[in-house]
């Protein structure tokens, strides 16, 4: 085991440029992802309860405990990554065998079949998972797939800010299309029309995976060698720049799918605007500005200073909700301002766990890029989602909320709690373990020339 001596940085030399359609089809991975996973973390808890008849306990229920069970599966996937050895590479090859499964079960979850009772659950239950552990399957390769994409710290910075811009203008497009096409293609129908539009955003998934496996190449995945599930958890000893990324991005993906879940029903009844949602997810494009500038802002500062900020303004804008009443104008220009700092956000762990991979690496001999990915980013997302729906569905029944109502002050209270205080609160102690990462950071090109000379 190495010695965790703290060094001046020894520089690595930089390797060719990776072309522009491949940063380009990298995007695609996480827009394509978005397009449906978004819909699902914005709207499932709306249409289970508004559309698809489902009590509000019951919903927060499902969405709960079938995460809680399907995110056990996020090692797994990391497993599978670390022991898949295939021309195409280790974690390319996902995106064609898992884009179509997964655009299916997702259009299943928004399909209502004629079913009443525990029929009914078991239904939701069943497609929602199901689709959940086929998320985890294309989506920890999107991250696991960067470490081995270059080995140049600047390439890799500007290849996540164009993941990230990507996955952005995904979650834009479900937030600003899905309404609006229900409408239209059900024509007052909302079953059919969530079916309807999530079997069209499912086209535009698969397609974009597709342009992505064809177009990306890895550089390390043919030197790989395969890592036993006893080394992959050892590699997560004394890693602890990876354990604080975790902690980290846990909390902050339980804060935004509290905030995602809860924005539909505060629009629609504390400021009586249901038709400010696909304008506010519109306008939030101005986040894409911020992951645009990520690069520039790491290379001025450092990963954890950029991160431990945008959560910062995440917060302050989610707590200002509480201060502008239903002036629209300031709600939209909040909800703007707090998309840059979540958008930003989202992008900083699939970063810097590439580094916590090099790490793991100089630390214990072991680059298990799959195992230690797959819990950093797909059991966080899945964990901190299935925490994240249940936390309001519960603050709402607790409350009094019934849906298609008129709601109490009480109920009002408790959507206001639910969409401004609590996001706001887990966004700060989400950059809590980032004060610790410093040394870690400070440390990452003495890593990465040792761990050249070893190769």
Known sequence: MKAEAYEEPVQ??????????????????????????????????YFYTDVFGLGIGIAGTILLITRLLDMVDAPIWGFLIDHTHTRWGQSR?????????????????????????????????????TSGILYTGISTPMTSILPNLSNDPDQRTALNSFRMVGGNIGLLVANAVVLPLVQILGQG???KGFSYTILLMGVFSIISFLIAFFNLRE??????????????????????????????????????????SGMIYYFQYNIHSKSLIPIAGGLSAVAVVGMILTPFFVKKTNKRTVFIISLFVAAIANMSFQFVGSNQIAVVALYCIGSIGTGVAAGMPFLMLADAVDFGQWKNGIRASGFLTAIGSAFCVKAGSGIGGFIPSKVMEYFGYIPNHIQTQQSLLGINISFVWIPAALFIIAAVPMFFYAKYENNEAKVRAEIAVQQ
Do not use: H
């Not at 390797?15 to 914005?42: A, Q």
């Not at 050892?234 to 602890?240: I, L, M």
């Open 12 to 45: 690595v030399q930089n390797e060719e440029r990776i072309p522009l359609f491949r940063k380009l089809s990298y995007s695609l991975t996480d827009f394509g992802g978005n397009l449906l996973f978004v819909s699902i973390s914005t709207y499932l808890l």
């Open 189 to 191: 129908n909302d079953r």
């Open 93 to 129: 090859p996902y995106f064609l065998w898992l884009c179509v499964p997964f655009a299916v079960f997702t259009w299943l979850t928004f399909t209502t079949p004629n079913m009443s009772g525990s029929s009914k659950v078991i239904y939701a239950a069943l497609t929602y998972v």
């Open 219 to 260: 550089v390390n995945a043919v030197s790989t060698k395969s890592v036993s599930i006893k080394q992959s958890v050892k590699a997560t000893k004394s890693n602890w720049p990876w354990i604080l990324i975790v902690v980290t991005n846990l909390f902050y993906w339980i804060g935004t799918t509290v905030r995602s």
